[in-house]
């Protein structure tokens, strides 16, 4: 029995609970910025509010804390979305932790000190001193997975060996890990592929739609080489896989399908998705700077036309 620890209680992190206990782990949960979280977690019946499910008996909460962090395991799990990940580089930075971390959470940070793009391993390891950094992608709904619905993730470190034993720690027959050396190249991949959803979403017949999924799956190829991850990668489960989900069923599919209707994002979020959070318009936001300026335009024209929508509030050009 391993002993782990899952920062964050959102959607992914709960959900990431049910094979964790699944394989006979000691599992807590700990979350710490949503009250409504809280609130599910600390509950008598753990009813979780966002995967409309009741959480399994045996997790155990407690309350976000330095001591907490400090206190032994064999794995930390970072289950944050992208805006609290400098939030908890700084909680980790000045523990000098060495317990194995893995991260869960899907984006890329613009460094503006050296205008730079970081992938977050990158951004934890380089700002916030944080080593043993392995990371988790593929294509999962946290609801399926939740339901146990089969799954099939890509487990990434440095160390091939330290991703195997956290794949052991943490697979089940409905939870499949496949391992990778590529960190940068799964990063990167599952990042964008939120913005390449949105894109194949304008699509308004399946017809149009393939035809941008097969052209973003190019650019997610010239992207995912110009940051050094290997091209091979974009062909993966953190690549096509999770692209295939996102832009199946995901949020931001759905706002890219207001955006090839003709709305700009402002209107299409207030209209319809006021509540929503989409992911693909926060790494937008987040990598236009950089994207715009230092990638040349001609290699990468669907996500340039995208960045530009959406920053700009304009309409889309793309032509679907
Ligand atoms: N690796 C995977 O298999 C996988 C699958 C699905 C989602 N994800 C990723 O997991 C992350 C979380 O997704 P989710 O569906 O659980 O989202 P969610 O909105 O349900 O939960 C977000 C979590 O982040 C916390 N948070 C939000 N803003 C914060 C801030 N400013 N400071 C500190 N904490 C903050 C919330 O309190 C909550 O714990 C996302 O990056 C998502 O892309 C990963």
Do not use: W
């Not at 317990?99 to 977050?120: A, D, R, S």
């Not at 052991?168 to 599952?190: H, P, Q, W």
């Not at 489960?237 to 989900?245: I, N």
């Amino acid at each position: 029995m391993k002993k782990i620890l899952i920062i964050g209680g959102g959607a992914m992190g709960s959900a990431f609970t049910f094979p964790c206990l699944e394989n006979n782990n000691s599992v807590t949960i700990t979350e710490p910025y949503s009250k409504v979280f809280i609130r599910n977690l600390s509950s008598k019946n753990k009813y979780h509010s966002a995967l409309k499910i009741n959480l399994p008996k045996k997790l155990k909460f407690k309350k976000f804390s330095d001591d907490l962090l400090r206190e032994k395991y064999d794995l930390i799990v970072i289950a944050l979305s992208l805006s609290g990940i400098d939030f908890i580089g700084k909680q980790l930075r000045n523990l000098n932790i060495k317990t194995p971390i893995l991260v869960l959470t899907k984006g890329l940070k613009y460094e503006k000190k050296t205008k730079k793009i970081l992938t977050i391993s990158e951004l934890l390891k380089k700002i916030y001193n944080i080593s043993n950094i392995s990371i988790l992608k593929g294509p999962c709904l946290a609801k399926e997975l939740a339901r146990k619905n089969q799954t099939s993730v890509i487990v990434a470190s440095k160390n091939i060996n330290l991703a195997r034993r956290i794949g052991k720690m943490i697979s089940t027959k409905y939870y499949l890990a496949e391992f990778s050396k590529d960190i940068i190249g799964v990063e990167v991949c599952s990042a964008i592929k939120n913005i390449y959803s949105m894109i194949i979403g304008a699509g308004q017949s399946l017809n149009a739609s393939s035809n941008l999924f097969q052209k973003s799956v190019m650019e997610m190829i010239y992207l995912t080489k110009f940051f050094k991850g290997n091209h091979e990668t974009t062909l993966g489960l953190a690549g096509v896989g999770d692209l295939y989900v996102s832009a199946a069923g995901g949020r931001n599919s759905k706002m890219g399908s207001f955006l090839g209707k003709g709305f700009t994002f402002k209107t299409a979020k207030k209209k319809f998705m006021p509540n929503d959070t989409v992911e693909g318009e926060q790494l937008a936001r987040e990598i236009a700077p950089f994207i715009l300026k230092r990638i040349e335009k001609k290699k990468i024209p669907l996500m340039v036309n995208l960045l530009k929508t959406i920053i700009s509030n304009k309409k889309l050009k793309i032509k679907v």
